[in-house]
């Protein structure tokens, strides 16, 4: 099956530097792959997702890049603010429409100090 | 639209005890799926449910067992308690016809004493 790892496990920068996450997965049939991000004491939620037919895709300070040849993705948040301290995960699925098999990373947790 | 509500958000039980977890989706959402959380291990997918029916299952013991209401309510039970099962269970819902994207509740802590 999938195995999706990701890293670093935990990821501390200052206000206002930048932050890079990456996965790499394992199964060359995935073709979405999703971030979520987890706040203390909630569920995991939806910031950005990519599809495998897209290099890159961005909203705001957030980004996303696929290398499918070389089968890794990573998260790019820039100008991080304090709000963005949370635990993010990334994911990769294979399907159509609205099932997707997804296989979740390790989660990685990011603390911003102001 | 409320979104994806789990209940007990939190419980406790001694090894050897039953449990059962309920989540309901959101409303026109047919798709469920559950994962378990612990941490270092990140999200761990038990199974997945559509149309009462499970479409998917992850590599969990058969203590672990769930099932879907007409309703697309889903309960998940886990019998026999061990230590290692105190977790955050958590509940994901999903359009068929949406991107794919998870809409997650709350989750239930489970400690097992």
């Known amino acids: 099956g999938e195995n999706v790892e990701q890293h670093p496990s935990t990821l501390s920068v200052q206000e206002g530097d930048s932050a890079v996450i990456k996965c790499t997965y394992s199964?060359?049939?995935?073709?979405?792959f999703p971030w979520y991000k987890q706040e203390l004491g909630k569920g995991p939620q939806l910031i950005i997702d990519?599809?495998?037919?897209?290099g890159e895709k961005k909203d705001q300070r957030i980004a996303v890049t696929l290398n499918k040849t070389a089968k890794h993705f990573s998260l790019h948040i820039t100008e991080t603010q304090p709000e963005d301290s949370a635990v993010y995960f990334c994911a990769a699925s294979k399907g159509s429409g609205g099932y997707q098999k997804v296989t979740f990373g390790t989660g990685t947790k990011l603390q911003v100090i102001p | 639209k409320a979104g994806v509500t789990q209940t007990p958000r939190y419980l406790i039980k001694t090894r050897g005890q039953q449990v059962t977890l309920s989540c309901s989706p959101i409303?026109?959402?047919?798709?469920v799926s559950w994962y378990q959380q612990t941490p270092g291990q990140g999200l761990q997918f038990l199974f997945e449910?559509?149309?009462?029916?499970?479409?998917n299952k992850g590599n969990f013991p058969g203590r672990f067992s769930g099932r879907q209401f007409s309703n697309s309510r889903s309960e998940m039970n886990v019998s026999t308690l061990e230590l290692g099962d105190s977790a955050l269970y958590l509940c994901a819902s999903s359009w068929e016809g949406g991107t794919g994207e998870l809409f997650f509740g709350e989750g239930s802590r489970l400690t097992v004493l």
């Open positions: 449910y559509f149309s009462e029916t499970q479409r």
């Open positions: 199964d060359s049939a995935s073709n979405y």
């Open positions: 990519i599809r495998s037919n897209v």
């Open positions: 409303s026109g959402h047919r798709s």
